[in-house]
DNA sequence: CTACTATATGCCATAATTGGAATATATCAT
DNA sequence: ATGATATATTCCAATTATGGCATATAGTAG
C-alpha cells in the first residue's frame, strides 16, 4: 500500500487514467453490467484487457463484483462519480490557452 | 492531442496520477503561489522536479501561470476541484473489500 | 468423468512516466 | 557589459503501464 495521502490519491486517479477503463466506468454508469456485456461494447479489445481493466477499478475502489453462475457482473461502488466527471467537463471545455 | 473523448480525458487523470502533482494542487487550493513557495515547501523533490510538474499540470488546463519579475506565479484555474476532490475522499474511506 | 463457456492470470515486448543531474533561459541589479 | 537569482529544458537510467497472446480456473451441461 501507498505511504502517505497523496500516494493514496494517485493510485485512484492512476486508475482513471486509462481510456478503455474510462469507458468502462462509463458504461457501468447506468447500471450494472456482466463482463461479457462489457466486452461486446468493446470488441476493439481482447477479453483479457478488459478483465485485467475491470480488475484495476476494483482495486481502486470504484466499482464491485457479483458472481452468478458463470458470469461476473461488475456495478459502481462510488456514487459520486457522476459530479466527479462533471468537473472533468469543465476543463475539456476551457481551451488550453493560459 | 488525443483523438477521442476518452483519450482526452485520461490525458487530464494522467496528470493528476502522481502524488508530487497532487500535493501542489492541493497548495494551489488556498490561492497562488510562486514557484519558490511551492519548491520551500517540497524540498525533497528538485527544483526541476517541481517545474515539471508544474508544467504538466498547466498543459493539462488545472492551472494558470503569470509572471512577475523574476518569479511564476501559479493558480488554479479549475473552480471545481474541491468537489472533485470530495469524492476522491469517499473513495478514500471506504474499504477495499468488495 | 468430458466438453464447453465465462472470466482471470502469467508472460512478454514495447511505450510511457519518473525523477535526478546538468544546462539553458530570462530577468534583475550593479 | 557581468553576476546573481528564478524558472525551464534537455538528457538519461530506472521503473511502471500497455495490451497482445497463451494459458489457467471456475462454473455449467451432458
Known amino acids: 500500500m501507498a ?3 497523496y500516494e493514496r490519491k494517485a493510485l485512484i486517479f492512476k486508475a482513471l487514467a ?3 477503463r474510462l469507458e468502462v466506468l462509463d458504461m457501468l454508469i447506468d447500471g450494472e453490467k456482466c463482463v461479457c456485456e462489457i ?3 468493446l470488441k476493439k479489445y481482447q ?3 478488459i ?3 475491470l480488475i484495476k477499478l476494483k482495486e481502486a475502489g470504484f466499482i464491485k463484483d457479483r458472481k452468478e453462475g ?3 457482473y461488475y456495478s459502481l461502488k462510488i456514487c459520486c462519480l457522476g459530479d ?3 468537473c472533468l467537463n469543465n476543463i475539456l471545455d476551457s481551451d488550453t490557452s493560459n
Open 39 to 41: 466486452q461486446e461494447k
Open 47 to 49: 477479453q483479457a484487457h
Open 84 to 86: 466527479f466527471f462533471k
Open 18 to 20: 486509462n481510456p478503455v
Open 51 to 53: 478483465s485485467k481493466s
Open 3 to 5: 505511504e502517505n495521502l
Open 70 to 72: 458463470l458470469n461476473v
